[in-house]
């Protein structure tokens, strides 16, 4: 070992600290320290990783903590928020979060239901994406001094498409499955999923005619052959041709055994990737390329069915999302927010996010809904306008639409194309802000307000079959054990009910009346035959079937019981049974049978299955004046959903049934029979709803009240016009008698 020169010193520093390190100790022990609370913060407090996430990245962010600061990234060498190398870094990261969601929306979709659904969706693409831009363009125009219209609609484009990470705050978790219907959750999500790319026509045409002022056709031009032909109907072409290559190709590959269950499962991510970066090399629209991948691999929903026990996709999503929301609270521009220079104050970006929020959306689908198939009722427009969360695509999209704009600016600005590259990013990251309070905690607002920590409780609820007394169906194969000490206390029993000490002493005093001997009962029933073999069945059965078992302290029995202990009946049936298997004979016989030639002893005790696994599943609730029921066939299969008009006198009768389905059937029993010409012995309110449903009766129904519901509109209107023509003319007469003409 050579010895130091002179002058020269260990330096021993081990610690490297510096930003991507830091991010790393930051962002892996928030995800650590909100997994262990994940399930009170999702299914008890009813809110997503996003919020929180966003919330964690603002406190990291440069506005507290200073611990992350993308803008200082590549140096601060621009008037303008951020830098190209900050712009270009949140592209990519918004872009594969965006292409991981989006894809996964696809997968999740039931089978062909873009094929199905397909008025519903365009619908939503087009007129409510077209009033959304406008609408969102005007108000920008009227509250941003600076912008001119068309400029204004280029930030409107960015806050045009719903963002699929927001969506599953409100279509996603325990309270969405409890109180949104399926129909409703699964067009929005799709909805989500397709008009993140569908909103790149709305901005290339706004962009091309703003960077092209006093000219028409030529932006046009290269809009319809550019944007539509190359970017949006190849993107979508590539990407349901990978996905439907990948389908054939892994289909042929499981039925030969060439694919592993890991690789099976990591189709998610990696097609996912693959489609998106194939159409970004193309320049093609990777967003709608994502999506179509995933509709395409998953159309005929096997892969949806042999992925249902894996937790593989929500995994990735959620390293993804929370990664990304850290972000963008981490690069929120709160400085840009009160800028004057830049024309915005708070106040005014208050007031502008909620105008958005408010008329973005909620008006048109109000004024469309009729013409929407999936929106069945007038609450479900509300709902389906309410929801238009603005979150990761509008950061992809102010930030796609800063980066084509020119890098250079003056401040303040001079032109509206100026102000327009000051503004595209605060603006949109405030909206994004406002989306995510509004959007975020709507859930948790509703939920507690309804007191739905006691009518849902996903945490602790087994949802199993429940019996009479509300117990479930597992209790009954369960043993009570003590709790309380050695001391009992003798409860008062209800009617019926009888604990689990009285029950086995009922037993054993039949079998004391019978003479048989408590030590010597096994050899008893041998000798006896299936005589007593079938009173201890019986027993045993009488034993199971008992309606309610409270706790074993509700016993009174004596201290020499020994009911848990060696000296038991069971006991020294066991040990005998032990004894009499290790005999010589029984050994050899055990060795030389085959394994497949065994007998059970006895047949294994049926398990009633729990609600939750029982299929046709039917759902049923009151939604205005109509009774909507939600059919789902199997499991993973696309729920039908059958609306029942009732009478507005009705509703007050209807709302607060536990089923107002056979609250229908049997008011109206007599007259629904003879409409829909039941002639069976068994009363429609008597039939189950397995059987209502292989009878077809609540479709039958539904025809029948609609019928009814459209003659009673029929003569309402014609009685209204007879009130109106019969009404006496009004006349106005002067004092000298000359009538005035009205």
């Given amino acids: 070992m050579t010895e130091a020169l002179e002058g020269q010193t260990h330096d021993f520093n081990p610690i490297e600290i510096s930003a991507p390190h830091i991010i790393y100790v930051a962002l892996g022990f928030f995800i650590v320290i909100f997994g262990m609370f994940s399930m009170l913060v999702k299914e008890r407090l009813y809110l997503g990783e996003a919020p929180i996430a966003l919330v964690f990245g603002i406190i990291i962010g440069p506005s507290a903590a200073k611990i992350f600061h993308p803008e200082d990234w590549g140096g601060k060498d621009s008037e303008a928020p951020g830098t190209v190398l900050t712009n270009e870094i949140t592209l990519e990261v918004m872009r594969v979060c965006i292409a991981l969601s989006v894809f996964s929306v696809g997968v999740e979709l039931p089978k062909k239901y873009l094929w199905r659904h397909w008025k519903s969706i365009t619908m939503l693409l087009g007129p409510v994406m077209l009033w959304g831009w406008l609408v969102s363009g005007l108000l920008i125009w009227a509250l941003v001094p600076g912008l001119d219209y068309l400029a204004a609609l280029v930030i409107a484009a960015c806050v045009s498409p ?29 909805e989500s999923g397709c008009n993140d790319g569908a909103a790149f026509p709305f901005l290339y045409l706004a962009y091309y005619l703003t960077v092209n002022r006093g000219k028409v056709g030529f932006p046009i031009a290269e809009w319809v052959y550019h944007t539509w032909l190359y970017e949006i109907v190849v993107g979508t072409l590539i990407g349901a041709l990978i996905g439907f290559l990948a389908r054939k190709l892994i289909r042929f590959s499981e039925r030969n055994k060439l694919v592993d269950r890991e690789s099976f499962v990591a189709q998610y991510v990696s097609l996912s990737v693959a489609s998106m970066g194939l159409t970004v090399l193309l320049g093609s629209d990777d967003l709608l390329a994502a999506f179509a991948c995933g509709t395409a691999f998953a159309w005929d929903g096997w892969f949806q069915k042999q992925t249902a026990d894996s937790n593989f996709s929500n995994i990735v999503d959620l390293l993804f999302n929370v990664a990304t929301f850290v972000y963008i609270g981490a690069e929120m521009p709160w400085s840009s927010f009160v800028n004057g220079e830049y024309n915005l104050s708070v106040g005014r970006l208050i007031g502008l996010s909620i105008l958005v929020l408010l008329l973005k959306r909620l008006p048109v689908v109000i004024m469309l809904w009729r013409w929407i198939p999936d929106i069945k009722t007038f609450q479900e427009a509300v709902f389906s306008g309410y929801f238009g969360p603005m ?42 802000l406002a989306s995510v309070i509004v959007h975020g905690f709507t859930i948790p607002f509703f939920a507690f307000g309804r007191k739905a920590h006691i009518n849902i409780n996903r945490t602790l609820s087994m949802h199993a079959t429940a019996l009479q007394n509300n ?108 004894q009499e298997r290790k005999t010589p004979a029984a050994v050899a016989a055990a060795v030389e049978q085959d394994i497949t030639e065994a007998q059970r002893t006895e047949e294994p005790e049926s398990m009633e299955p729990d609600e939750e696994d029982v299929y046709p599943k039917i759902r049923e609730w009151v939604e205005g004046h109509k009774i909507v029921v939600e059919i789902t066939d199997k499991p993973l299969d696309e729920a039908r959903t059958i609306v029942i008009p009732i009478h507005p006198d009705d509703y007050d009768y209807f709302k607060d049934a536990k089923s107002p389905l056979y609250e229908l059937l049997s008011k109206y029993e007599a007259k629904l029979e003879h409409a829909i010409g039941w002639d069976k012995d068994t009363n429609l309110s008597e039939l189950s709803k397995l059987q ?44 000298d008698g000359t009538i005035i003409d009205n």
């Fill in 692 to 735: 209502l449903y292989e009878n077809k009766v609540v479709s039958k129904v539904s025809h029948f009240a609609k019928k009814l519901a459209s003659e009673r509109s029929a003569v309402k209107e014609n009685d209204t016009e007879e009130d109106e023509a019969d009404a006496p003319e009004v006349v106005i007469v002067r004092p």
């Fill in 471 to 578: 117990e479930p169906t597992w209790l009954n194969r369960m043993r009570h054990l003590a709790t309380s000490g050695d001391e009992t206390e003798t409860k008062e029993q209800e009617p019926g009910q009888i604990s689990v000490v009285e029950a086995m002493r009922m037993g054993l005093e039949k079998q004391k009346q019978q003479g048989i001997a408590i030590g010597e009962e096994e050899k008893a029933e041998s000798s006896e035959g299936t005589t007593s073999s079938h009173h201890h069945r019986h027993s045993l059965q009488h034993f199971r079937t008992i309606r309610s078992i409270s706790d074993i302290e509700d016993g009174n029995y004596a201290a020499e019981d020994d009911w848990d202990g060696e000296d038991t009946v069971e006991m020294r049936r066991y040990k005998e049974r032990r």
């Fill in 391 to 432: 979150g990761v695509g509008a950061i992809f999209m102010c930030t796609f639409g800063r980066l084509m704009l020119p890098e250079e600016v003056s401040v303040p600005p001079q032109t509206p194309n100026e102000v327009l590259a000051l503004t595209i990013q605060p603006v949109v990251y405030f909206f994004v």
């Fill in 162 to 190: 719903t963002d699929p990470i927001l969506a599953q705050a409100v279509v996603g978790g325990p309270w969405a499955e409890k109180h949104v219907p399926t129909h409703i959750r699964h067009m929005l999500q799709c």
